[in-house]
């Protein structure tokens, strides 16, 4: 691999363990591997801004790999805001459908910022249903328990004035995400413990004290490069602004691809309306993977 250039005395003592990711993890990415990117607007919006799907490619640019974002704002482990106009289980379905035809090797799983708005009294429903997704995810693929890869990723801080009373509460959480990754021998990726350092000096992360800023993104990109064995040089937003743009490019593709405008037309209730439009939808798998040659053969190209 080329280098560039508010909890428990327990809760906290296995932060303090865990949080630069589990010792004993398998490599994070491999030559050949399928990525699905799966969680909430962090996820969602990483489509759009691109800094850390750019970074992974990049610190691996031996690897034949191959990206896809399932982000959706707003997602829960209970895929709450997936139904549509249909009950949050029929999305959970659809997701798993949907993992299931992408055939990944590594599963990205970042969630529990929406969850910890319910406090303590919704831990201990949280950690259940990520162990769940986990083992559901593994069905879905048809694969044994040691088959699907997965790497998981803590929320980021909040920011602003409501932010120690949030990140007390989102830090409990986080200790949850640390103890399923420690169980299931995972890779961590550790934003919330390590977001700040990343970042600029005098710099904030996000937009609104919730959503990542590209400052933001472009340092939780450094962090998912670290934990998966990779360095980026200072100067690296700068010098991958093509490899960039080329990766926002394929996940526009990929967006239209699994989520057309006007899907209620096409795959949902009025299906009966529009639903023989749905033969063109597997025509953008030619121009996304396409777009994702362009993506690795830039990569490589990086000094």
């Given at each position: ?144 328990a040691s088959a699907t890869r997965l790497v998981f990723v803590t929320p980021h801080p909040f920011e602003g004035v409501d932010a120690a009373h949030r990140n007390a509460a989102l830090a409990d959480y ?130």
């Amino acid at each position: 691999m080329r280098a560039f250039g508010g909890c428990t005395l327990v809760g906290l003592i296995v932060a303090s363990c865990l949080s630069g990711g589990a010792a004993w993890a398998e490599p994070c990415l491999r030559d050949g591997d399928r990525v699905v990117l799966l969680g909430d607007t962090f996820i969602e919006r990483e489509g759009e801004q691109g800094f850390i799907e750019t970074a992974l490619v990049a610190t691996h640019p031996t690897a034949s790999l191959t990206f896809r974002n399932l982000g959706w704002s707003g997602d829960t482990v209970w895929a709450d805001s997936r139904g549509v106009f249909d009950p949050p289980a029929k999305g959970y379905a659809r997701m798993l459908a949907l993992v299931k035809e992408l055939s990944p090797t590594v599963i990205f799983l970042a969630y529990g910022r929406n969850e910890s708005f319910r406090g303590p009294a919704g831990l201990a429903a949280f950690r259940d249903q990520l162990s769940t997704l986990c083992e559901d995810l593994r069905a879905a693929t048809g694969a044994g328990a040691s088959a699907t890869r997965l790497v998981f990723v803590t929320p980021h801080p909040f920011e602003g004035v409501d932010a120690a009373h949030r990140n007390a509460a989102l830090a409990d959480y986080c200790v949850a995400i640390r103890m399923i990754a420690a169980d299931q021998k995972a890779t961590l990726v550790d934003l919330f413990a390590k977001l700040a350092a990343e970042l600029p000096a005098e710099s904030s992360a996000t937009e609104n004290g919730v959503h990542l800023s590209a400052t933001g993104y472009a340092a939780a990109a450094r962090v998912f490069a670290a934990a998966c064995g990779g360095e980026l040089p200072a100067d690296f937003a700068i010098r991958s602004a093509v490899v960039r743009q080329l990766v926002i490019d394929k996940n526009r593709l990929f967006f239209h691809r699994w989520r057309p405008a006007n899907e209620t037309y096409i795959f949902l209730f009025r299906k009966h309306e529009q639903g023989n439009n749905a033969v063109e939808i597997p025509q953008f798998d030619p121009l996304v993977e396409a777009a994702e040659a362009k993506v690795r053969a830039a990569a490589r190209a990086l000094p």
